[in-house]
């Protein structure tokens, strides 16, 4: 088994930023063959994937509001996910998730078997 949990949520001015961290445990040693993600539920919406990174950390994927703004990085020594996003802005109020793939690469959700508990962004205007 694999725990996930994140931290660095908060309530932030727009314009402002923050860093989201999610620390792996229990069978870790293995977590640098898998990609991890980031995904995203705001109030009555669906949860989206925000942002993901392969496994070493070569390829980046984000959704398109996103780019230039946020940057999804990897530390796999300290099994550490990071997600830094700056110039927040209200849109991007929800709740964050970190997940783990069950394979090196992968845009579906379905493909995620390990879930953190979630840390809440709240972008204020």
């Known amino acids: 088994q694999v725990q996930l949990v994140e931290s660095g949520g908060g309530v932030v001015q727009a314009g402002g930023s923050l860093r989201l961290s999610c620390v792996a445990s229990?069978?870790?040693?293995?977590?640098?063959?898998?990609?991890m993600a980031w995904f995203r539920q705001a109030p009555g919406k669906e949860r989206e994937i925000a942002a993901v990174?392969?496994?070493?950390?070569?390829?980046?994927y984000y959704k398109d509001p996103l780019k230039g703004r946020f940057t999804i990085s990897r530390d796999d020594a300290k099994n550490t996910v990071s997600l830094q996003m700056d110039s927040l802005k209200p849109e991007d109020t929800a709740v964050y998730y970190c997940?783990?793939?069950?394979?090196?690469?992968?845009?579906?959700?379905?493909?995620?078997?390990?879930w953190g508990q979630g840390t809440q962004v709240t972008v204020s205007s």
């Open positions: 997940a783990r793939c069950s394979t090196y690469w992968s845009l579906d959700p379905s493909s995620y078997d390990y």
């Open positions: 229990g069978r870790t040693f293995s977590n640098s063959m898998y990609a």
């Open positions: 990174i392969s496994w070493r950390g070569g390829t980046t």
